[in-house]
């Protein structure tokens, strides 16, 4: 079974950082890209950022300059480096995953989500 487990978030001030970490585990034939959108009150789940395992990325317009996304292959581990952050970061961040269980199958995964607050 398939487990998107992320980590790193957290209370933070105005212009501060934090790095989030994804890791996918369990049976894996191959991961096509992984990802981070992000939930705040009352809004759309939004993209943030994604990055096919090729590494090609894309950013949101509001995160592009302050945010960085990375990975590590071996580790099936998506990481996102957030810079200085803003009050309107604030969010639930989730981790996703589009990836194999099965030879020949891809499918959409989703991690429990992590709170970002920004706030003085």
């Known amino acids: 079974q398939v487990q998107l487990v992320e980590s790193g978030g957290g209370l933070v001030q105005p212009g501060g950082s934090l790095r989030l970490s994804c890791v996918a585990s369990?049976?894996?034939?191959?991961?096509?890209?992984m990802g981070w959108y992000r939930q705040a009150p009352g809004k759309q789940r939004e993209l943030v950022a994604t990055?096919?395992?090729?590494?090609?990325?894309n950013y949101a317009d509001s995160v592009k300059g302050r945010f960085t996304i990375s990975r590590d292959n071996a580790k099936n581990t998506a990481f996102l480096q957030m810079n200085t952050l803003a009050p309107e970061d604030t969010a639930v961040y989730y981790c996703?995953?589009?990836?194999?269980?099965?030879?020949?199958?891809?499918?959409?995964?989703w991690g429990q989500g992590t709170q970002v607050t920004v706030s003085s």
């Open positions: 996703n995953a589009q990836l194999s269980p099965v030879v020949g199958t891809w499918r959409d995964y």
């Open positions: 369990g049976r894996i034939f191959g991961i096509a890209a």
């Open positions: 990055i096919t395992w090729g590494a090609r990325i």
